[in-house]
């Protein structure tokens, strides 16, 4: 399956900005001059994507974000210089794009600064009609995948947890994505000593 991607005519001259709502919030790995809280509303991150690369295999996968249709989404938006646009863009490709699971489109996202103002971003949006799509998965079922899941780019553990602290740090919440993570925490407690039957 070929990747959905937009056309040179759709990246006009000038800087581009570029929402993140999950790694790359806390790891863009781009080069950018400026980095503002956003809000795009009409679609809202959720773990809808089976992972078979980064974080887990076809066997066994894990579990990656996506932004998937209703709601609204905060999350970071980044300006990359125009002399840096270029790059950006192949090498988002080369890393959102790797199975071909997300529609790469253009989005109003509004910056939440003293302008307030709209600009068009670059974002990765889930394909619906891809093999990866996962849908809408039970709490259960998410936290299934998310502990078995481990990839090229590391457990996909790490993967939530990061993602649910980058949110914090920006001063809000995800409820679904910070229950899950308080269910992965519970999962790495350690269980408390037997009580000695002798007493």
């Not at 950006?88 to 794009?97: F, H, P």
């Not at 600064?113 to 009609?129: C, E, I, K, M, T």
Request: proline share 4%; aromatic share 8%; glycine share 8%.
């Amino acid at each position: 399956m070929s990747a959905i991607t937009l056309n040179d005519t759709e990246f006009p001259a000038g800087d581009l900005w570029v929402f993140g709502y999950g790694s790359l919030m806390w790891r863009p790995d781009f080069d950018f001059v400026e980095r503002v809280p956003a809000r795009l509303i009409g679609e809202h991150r959720a773990l809808c994507v089976y992972s078979f690369v980064h974080r887990g295999t076809p066997e066994k996968p894990g579990l990656v974000l996506g932004l998937d249709r209703g709601g609204a989404c905060r999350g970071i938006a980044f300006r990359v210089a125009e002399k840096n646009a270029a790059a950006t863009v192949a090498y988002l490709r080369e890393r959102e794009q790797v199975t071909s699971v997300y529609r790469e489109v253009k989005r109003s996202v509004w910056l939440e600064n003293d302008a307030r103002q709209r600009v068009s971003a670059l974002v990765y949006v889930v394909d619906r009609g891809h093999v990866q799509y996962a849908g809408r998965l039970s709490l259960a079922d998410q936290l299934r995948h998310v502990l078995q899941g481990h990839g090229q780019s590391g457990i996909n553990r790490d993967y939530v947890l990061a993602t649910v602290k980058a949110i914090e740090a920006e001063g809000f919440r995800d409820q679904p994505l910070h229950r899950l993570a308080m269910m992965l925490h519970d999962q790495h407690r350690p269980a408390l000593p037997a009580e000695n039957s002798d007493r």
